[in-house]
């Protein structure tokens, strides 16, 4: 199996490379994210994220914790019937 790599600079043209890749047959196309820009020297540019994106990566943290607790039977979860219950 080979691999090969394609970056499609105009995002109206991925539906037509799609198509004549999946036209030639054999082939499975598997979309991924575009890579983070880098700068002239090579290094990566991060971006400060905002007050609502913290907020959700620390949730999303803090849900993590908790199934990790529920796995490891440190914490019991309720059920999902009595969660649709409660609201």
Same mark, same amino acid.
């Given at each position: 199996?080979?691999?090969?790599?394609?970056?499609?600079?105009?995002?109206? #043209? &991925?539906?037509?490379?799609? &198509?004549? $890749?999946?036209?030639?047959?054999?082939?499975?196309?598997?979309?991924?994210?575009?890579?983070?820009?880098?700068? !002239?020297?090579?290094?990566?540019?991060?971006?400060?994220?905002?007050?609502?994106?913290?907020?959700?990566? !620390? &949730? $999303?943290?803090? !849900?993590?914790?908790?199934?990790? !607790?529920?796995?490891?039977? #440190?914490?019991?979860?309720?059920?999902?019937?009595?969660? $649709?219950?409660?609201?």
């Amino acid at each position: 199996m080979a691999r090969l790599i394609i970056d499609i600079h105009d995002p109206k #043209k &991925e539906k037509e490379v799609a &198509e004549i $890749l999946l036209s030639v047959g054999g082939v499975v196309i598997e979309r991924a994210e575009a890579s983070p820009k880098k700068t !002239a020297k090579g290094k990566t540019i991060k971006r400060k994220l905002t007050e609502r994106e913290r907020r959700f990566v !620390a &949730e $999303l943290r803090q !849900a993590i914790r908790e199934v990790n !607790a529920s796995v490891a039977g #440190k914490k019991k979860l309720r059920s999902a019937r009595a969660f $649709l219950n409660e609201l």
